[in-house]
């Protein structure tokens, strides 16, 4: 087995003739003689098992009824502005049971903003679950975008208008690897009545309409 090396800041090249040399550019294989110097990428080191893109859900199932007050939460966000929410989850690894935080949140019609806050202590902030209101649930680019440097899972619910849809995924580095429902939530009822979580509604605020004129109003009017 040849030795491998890591390019950082301190790295002094070695008298190996040959080396494996792992870079901010990838893996490569680094051979020295008294004809030439070569440095060429390489998929893997010779000798080791092989690995692929992977991602593995450790925790529990997310209990059902759960799920039906986020879709509760977000039919009644839907109701009210016809736009998308959104809800944090949380776990307690002491007591291993699942929470809901809900941030402050600005929304209207296919997009909202919002800011994460500080995770209370002693919880894990498993990811986030977001409506996509009547339209189905998918991770569009705008949500790759979103959570692209935010690795855990994501969950969006869609077809608020009707029979509600799911998709769910980890997100890890930047890469989505999709994950099935019945792997991440336990039994729910998609037809089953659902009550309004009211006191989450007092951090979901409509977004002010958008105004081009300096004294407020409308150039339209």
């Known amino acids: 087995m040849f030795p491998v090396y890591l390019k950082d800041a301190d790295f002094v090249p070695p008298g190996d003739p040959i080396h494996y040399l792992v870079t901010a550019d990838g893996l490569f294989q680094v051979k020295e003689n008294p004809v030439f110097r070569s440095a060429v990428r390489v998929r893997g080191i010779r000798g080791l098992l092989g690995q692929k893109d992977e991602v593995h859900w450790k925790l529990p199932p997310v209990p059902g009824g759960l799920l039906q007050q986020v879709v509760g939460l977000f039919r009644e966000v839907y109701r009210r502005h016809k736009s998308e929410a959104i809800v944090l989850l949380l776990y307690d690894s002491a007591s291993g049971e699942y929470g809901l935080s809900v941030p402050e949140q600005y929304v209207a019609g296919g997009h909202l903003t919002y800011v994460p806050g500080p995770t209370p202590p002693g919880k894990i902030r498993v990811g986030t679950i977001h409506s996509h209101a009547e339209a189905d649930a998918f991770h569009s680019p705008v949500d790759d975008g979103d959570e692209e440097h935010d690795d855990g899972l994501h969950v969006t619910v869609g077809n608020l208008n009707g029979t509600f849809s799911l998709s ?7 890469r ?39 004294d407020g109003k409308p150039s339209a009017i």
Do not use: K, M
């Not at 769910?168 to 930047?174: A, N, Q």
């Open 168 to 174: 769910c995924s980890l997100v890890v580095d930047g």
């Open 176 to 214: 989505r690897f999709p994950l099935r429902t019945r792997d991440i939530f336990g039994p729910v009822a998609r037809e089953a009545p659902t009550e309004v979580w009211y006191e989450a509604l007092t951090h979901i605020h409509a977004e002010p309409p958008p105004r081009d004129s300096l």
